[in-house]
């Protein structure tokens, strides 16, 4: 018999890839519908909302898998319901259900990320240290209800922590100096911003930024494209042994601040600036348990995201 997946936050940007993952496998599919619609022959909608935690039971019923995608971003006023609240009715529907599997999209927020000195990669060891944000907490609360409902009731539970997540022309929009002065989520922006700067963006010319930690060295960070997500989420979907764990998921390898702003300068024939960001830390995440519990290959390392994200902004321009 085919199997139901219900899930939430399917209208979301990993929602919809996530989505079509989905009707590949041939899965019948369950979401629960906010406000945006969702659309597919396989889906079968629920209208509510996360916090009421009749629409959750309703939407996880009868099914054998659970995937929560759903959360807030910085904004007080609806994380914790979304993001606590939401995940708690979640994890008492599947308790109820015995589900299968309970996959958890986490974040690597949880983890510091360059907030903090991380002297070595992070793997899944790395304690839960949520840098200053709603978010951030948000996602270890995740995480951390997740694993007692292990704990207390044995629930399946495999948890997919992936680094920041680009598509489409997301990395230009990065590295940005016009878009980035004024950073409107902590650790996606730039750091100490002198007059020199501050006149380029008062004069609308764009540079590149090759942002830099206090001893000036330019800084290390991971990302990840969304194909390499949903290919780490297509195999651990229904697979037993994803069950318990939990799975970092990130790029191929960290990138270079210098060396990426001089391979888009190249290709764009955009200047570079150096941006001092002394309150950050370079940082890389560890993916070997991935790569061999899950035989996960991520295939997009800085370069090949960076010619996607050219290709994608030279078609949207046509």
């Known amino acids: 018999m085919k199997q139901t997946v219900a899930i939430f936050g399917a209208s979301g940007k990993l929602g919809r890839h996530a989505l079509a993952v989905l009707a590949r496998r041939g899965f019948a599919v369950r979401a629960l519908v906010h406000r945006t619609p969702v659309i597919g022959s396989n889906i079968t909608s629920v209208t509510g909302s996360i916090t009421d935690a009749k629409a959750v039971n309703d939407t996880v019923r009868g099914a054998d898998i659970v995937v929560q995608l759903a959360t807030a971003k910085e904004d007080a006023d609806t994380f914790f319901d979304v993001s606590v609240r939401g995940t708690f009715n979640i994890l008492e529907a599947c308790r109820r259900e015995s589900v299968k599997q309970f996959i958890l999209f986490g974040g690597d927020a949880a983890q510091g990320i360059w907030f903090y000195p991380q002297p070595i990669p992070i ?6 240290t949520a840098y200053p944000g709603y978010y951030a907490f948000s996602k270890v609360m995740e995480e951390t209800m997740a694993a007692q409902y292990t704990i207390q009731y044995g629930l399946p539970v495999t948890v ?3 680094s920041w997540v680009f598509e489409q022309d997301d990395l230009l929009n990065h ?5 980035n002065v004024n950073p409107a989520e902590p650790g996606h922006g730039f750091g100490e911003v002198n007059d020199e700067v501050l006149a380029l963006v008062r004069a609308k010319q764009e540079r590149i930024p090759i942002l830099t930690d206090a001893n000036g060295a330019p800084l290390r960070r991971h990302i990840v494209h969304v194909d390499d997500v949903m290919q780490a989420f297509d195999r651990m979907i229904d697979n037993p042994s994803a069950l318990g764990q939990t799975f970092n998921i990130a790029g191929p390898s960290a990138f270079d601040y210098h060396v990426a702003a001089d391979y888009l300068s190249k290709q764009l024939g955009v200047l570079t600036v150096e941006i001092p960001s002394p309150k950050y830390h370079p940082f890389e995440i560890n993916i070997s348990h991935a790569r061999t519990a899950l035989g996960y290959a991520p295939e997009n390392d800085f370069f090949r995201m960076a010619d ?7 078609s949207s321009n046509l």
């Open 123 to 128: 793997d899944e060891n790395h304690p839960l």
């Open 160 to 162: 997919l922590r992936s």
């Open 175 to 179: 590295f940005s100096l016009l878009r």
């Open 308 to 314: 996607r994200a050219i290709a994608a902004r030279n």
